[in-house]
């Protein structure tokens, strides 16, 4: 059966799939363009999970606001190539629209969600696509975004009072500084004992005496504490001010922060060129 090019342009335009592979559908469902939307889905199922073990460590960050909430996400893709791709950019457009009309409460209700949708940009890119991580903060008093150039980093800040200049100035420094908790209390208490290990085992290589060893200790924690604390470290729009008074001015607190870079926390293993050609290939 000869299959028209009309037909391949309308199974392409409703699938978003290549020419090539569209044609090749309608040839195997003698031009029924339903069934041949059908087969693609099935493959675009099947390739989706021949790919799901290769790492995606590229991509983007969406944020998503609404009166109530703000959600920050990230979308992964294999290499930044494909995060450039249009149908890739209009598959996190299509998220982000999603997080602003539905309230979705974890990565794995969003997964949900997009699921044949992603399966299907798998099959059009070639790539491994993921929906990795999402955050909800609620709008309590004001929530400031940040959302670098690039898309590879994003951050958002609730603060209890109505100031939206100073929650977008937080958002700024979230991302620029990446504190790993609110307030030094918040440390998680695996880490700090984690810390104090590597540094008492520094104090007792010095050779030191026990009380100038203790010193050196708590001075060490007491620093690190600081550079991860949000409220403890300097502004980074005026360094010799620390995030605790600028609050402080504005009779301001932090009430949550989240804050996403692509990729972080993934370990991509090294390919060499020959490698990276096949596994494209399968």
Same mark, same amino acid.
């Given at each position: 059966?000869?299959?028209?090019?009309?037909? !391949?342009?309308?199974? #392409?335009? %409703?699938?978003? !799939?290549?020419m090539m592979e569209c044609k090749k559908a309608l040839t195997e469902t003698d031009g029924d363009v339903e069934k041949a939307l059908d087969l693609l889905r099935s493959n675009s199922a099947l390739k989706a999970e021949k790919k799901?073990? +290769?790492?995606?460590?590229?991509?983007?960050? !969406?944020?998503?606001?609404?009166?109530?909430?703000?959600?920050?996400?990230?979308i992964n893709s294999e290499t930044d190539f494909a995060a450039k791709d249009?149908? &890739?950019?209009? &598959?996190?457009?299509? @998220? =982000?629209?999603?997080?602003?009309?539905?309230? !979705?409460?974890?990565v794995e209700a969003l997964n949900n969600d997009f699921n044949e949708k992603r399966e299907a940009l798998v099959q059009a %890119?070639?790539?491994?696509?993921?929906? #990795? #991580?999402?955050?909800? $903060?609620?709008? @309590?008093?004001? $929530?400031?975004?940040?959302?670098?150039?690039?898309?590879?980093?994003g951050a958002l800040v609730s603060i209890n009072i109505d100031n939206f200049d100073l929650a977008k100035?937080?958002?700024?420094?979230?991302?620029?500084?990446?504190?790993?908790? %609110?307030?030094?209390?918040d440390i998680d208490k695996d880490i700090l004992e984690r810390e104090k290990a590597i540094y008492k085992k520094q104090a007792e290589e010095s050779? =030191?005496?026990?009380?100038?060893?203790? =010193?050196? $200790?708590?001075?060490? @924690? +007491? +620093? &690190?504490?600081?550079? @991860?604390s949000f409220v403890s470290q300097p502004f980074v729009k005026n360094p010799d001010q620390k995030i605790q008074e600028l609050l402080d001015e504005s009779g301001a607190a932090i009430v949550m922060m989240s804050r996403f870079k692509v990729g972080e926390g993934i370990e991509v293993e090294k390919k060499d060129f020959a490698s990276e050609v096949a596994e494209q290939l399968k």
């Open positions: 059966m000869t299959i028209s090019a009309a037909q !391949v342009k309308e199974l #392409r335009d %409703i699938s978003g !799939v290549g799901s073990s +290769r790492t995606a460590a590229d991509g983007l960050i !969406v944020i998503a606001q609404t009166s109530d909430y703000s959600a920050l996400a990230e249009s149908k &890739f950019l209009e &598959f996190c457009n299509e @998220v =982000k629209n999603h997080l602003e009309e539905n309230r !979705v409460e974890s %890119i070639g790539e491994n696509i993921q929906i #990795r #991580r999402l955050d909800l $903060v609620e709008n @309590v008093g004001s $929530v400031g975004t940040y959302l670098h150039s690039d898309s590879k980093l100035d937080l958002a700024m420094h979230a991302a620029a500084s990446n504190p790993s908790c %609110i307030t030094q209390d050779g =030191k005496n026990e009380k100038i060893m203790e =010193k050196m $200790v708590e001075g060490k @924690v +007491r +620093r &690190f504490l600081e550079e @991860v």
